[in-house]
């Protein structure tokens, strides 16, 4: 198979098809995968989806999550957590958080 370059991939093109905007630095389910929304995406409209680098994410409550562990998006809590069961994965985190932190520092796979 002939391979055709067709971007460096940190920022892809995503299709908003929900009835509501996404707003700009929205964690953002794309099937198995995550990324945040670079701009606001309009309903129906098509914005930036972010899908590497290292970002600030809202961590499930009463969890300690520690540095390298792999973490999840658990779109019922809206949050990051080290429960792989039925979340998405989303990278794993740079930094460890203590059970009150209400965020924890995520390295995206890109």
């Not at 600030?56 to 009463?62: E, Q, T, V």
């Not at 562990?69 to 809590?77: E, H, I, L, M």
Request: hydrophobic share 45%; charged share 15%.
């Amino acid at each position: 198979m002939k391979a055709i370059y067709w971007q460096k991939g940190d920022a892809i093109d995503f299709a908003n098809a929900t009835e509501s905007t996404i707003p700009a630095n929205t964690l953002v389910a794309l099937g198995t995968h995550v990324g945040v929304a670079g701009t606001d995406i309009p309903a129906g409209g098509t914005g930036t989806l972010l899908v590497s680098g290292v970002w600030k994410l809202a961590k499930k409550a009463d969890e300690a999550i520690a540095a390298g562990v792999d973490v999840y998006f658990s779109a019922a809590d809206d949050a990051v957590t080290a429960t792989a069961t039925e979340n998405i994965a989303c990278g794993y985190a740079i930094a460890s958080a203590a059970t009150g932190d209400g965020t924890v520092l995520v390295r995206l796979p890109g």
